[in-house]
């Protein structure tokens, strides 16, 4: 009773993880969205089309998200040209026809977008559609990502420029519409890819400015530990917390960890021991309660496979490592975490990119501090962008992120800085098995026999799944 009780996790992980294998068999999900079963797939027809999101450059086009008439949602790809282009809210009537997605090789693009809840994708030139209306959009979501945008031309005010506009906007508010494609490919062979979009660590530290601003330093820190004034702290960092998830366009990474901050601190508020396993499994019901749909993206399952791997990985580790020194200490015990994230979202990134980074250790060495200085940076700039504080606040966070961007560049550019793998989902999945099996090894304090039968099963069926 007593591992169960401090295992009870297990008791919401286990059903979901049973789920997620009968969906994935049986497609269940795909098979309810109502949207994915319309009559105008692979047919030339009119659509009057709702654009619901900022249109995204590509080499050849723009492509958008789209909302008809009857609810549903499509990717839309208009050919790029001199005349001004629609805008976010704009209502078009286009003349396209709409498709499904093709196979490309293992990977089914139609069934991919249906799990995202868009039916399909078209595409048409400047003389195939015309704007006849505009529309502004309504809702939680909608607002937020209004916000999102106002606070990224308020860098542009302050004159910070592109790309390092784009990288900037990315890290503190999560808006990556205008981050340079050349810029993503080295973020991502250089593993620096997981600091462009706000998740636990941003929260983190946002989380940690607003408690030692609200405790002045750690100098008001006996007072907020009596009842009253703890209760006040934690109603204001929360609602500070949630304002910056808010203007960062709640994404599933930035819901997911503030909704573990929330659990957290309204767990000490009423005395409560917080299980950090507990917190996540909690954080991953709620979401998924909200939007089911969530669960297939890719986000979505990065950033919990991340936070679940520091958690029982990581924090394995750091209990078995001793380092003396406190720069020891923190240079260790960002390898560890390094390592520990890499770990747990590895088989996810082989199956959907492809590719992992051989040099992420040294690159999160330098990108976390960096990341860190450039948060604090933004918000103050943003902060004080109504006078001159503001603007040298702004040019200060250009140069840094001129820096970390000549940086991780010089990463991609090493010899064999990219493993290139292609990782089928059951491979993938046989991967996890492994994982698994070594978790349970490690909380053992002896090691059991049948467990490493169990990793290396599991590994050997991935290798043999993979070939």
Not at 293 to 312: D, E, G, H, P
Not at 331 to 351: D, E, N, R
């Amino acid at each position: 009773m007593k591992w169960i009780a401090a295992h009870t996790w297990l008791l919401i992980l286990i059903p979901l993880i049973a789920g997620i294998l009968l969906c994935y068999h049986t497609q269940f999900p795909v098979n309810l969205l109502a949207a994915s079963e319309v009559d105008y797939l692979d047919r030339d027809t009119a659509l009057c089309l709702h654009l619901v999101s900022e249109g995204q450059e590509r080499s050849k086009t723009i492509r958008y998200t789209a909302e008809a008439t009857d609810g549903s949602r499509l990717l839309l790809y208009l050919q790029k040209d001199s005349l001004p282009q629609p805008q976010l809210g704009d209502v078009l009537l286009v003349q396209t026809t709409v498709r499904r997605g093709e196979r490309l090789g293992d990977f089914d693009y139609g069934r991919y977008l249906r799990m995202q809840g868009l039916v399909g994708s078209a595409w048409a030139n400047r003389r195939h559609w015309q704007q006849v209306g505009h529309e502004p959009l309504s809702g939680l979501r909608a607002t937020a990502e209004k916000h999102q945008r106002g606070l990224h031309q308020r860098y542009q005010q302050l004159g910070v420029r592109e790309p390092e506009l784009g990288i900037l906007s990315a890290l503190t508010l999560g808006y990556r519409e205008e981050l340079d494609k050349h810029v993503q490919q080295s973020f991502s062979a250089a593993g620096a890819m997981h600091i462009l979009a706000v998740s636990g660590l941003h929260t983190g530290i946002v989380w940690g400015l607003i408690v030692w601003l609200l405790t002045l330093g750690g100098l008001a820190k006996p007072l907020c530990e009596q009842r009253v004034w703890q209760t006040i702290l934690t109603t204001v960092t929360l609602i500070a917390l949630w304002t910056y998830a808010f203007v960062t366009g709640l994404s599933p990474s930035v819901m997911r960890s503030a909704l573990m901050v929330t659990i957290v601190e309204v767990g000490w508020l009423f005395r409560r021991n917080v299980v950090g396993m507990n917190t996540l499994a909690a954080a991953a019901v709620i979401i998924l309660l909200i939007r089911p749909l969530t669960l297939w993206s890719v986000s979505f399952q990065l950033s919990f496979a991340a936070v679940a791997s520091l958690i029982l990985v990581g924090s394995w580790l750091q209990q078995h490592t001793i380092l003396r020194g406190k720069l020891w200490q923190y240079i260790g015990g960002l390898l560890i975490m390094s390592f520990a994230a890499q770990i747990g979202t590895l088989p996810l990134t082989l199956h959907y990119f492809g590719q992992t980074s051989n040099y992420f250790a040294l690159t999160n060495l330098v990108v976390i501090p960096v990341a860190f200085v450039l948060l604090l940076l933004g918000i103050g700039s943003l902060a004080m962008s109504w006078c001159f504080v503001g603007e040298w606040l702004a040019d200060t966070a250009q140069w840094c992120t001129y820096g970390l961007r000549l940086f991780v560049e010089w990463i991609e550019a090493l010899p064999y800085s990219t493993t290139h793998i292609d990782m089928s989902a059951p491979a993938m999945g046989l991967c996890y098995g492994a994982m698994a099996c070594a978790v349970a090894m490690m909380q053992g304090e002896r090691v059991r026999w049948w467990w490493l039968v169990g990793v290396a099963g599991c590994l050997a069926g991935a290798i043999a799944l993979n070939r």
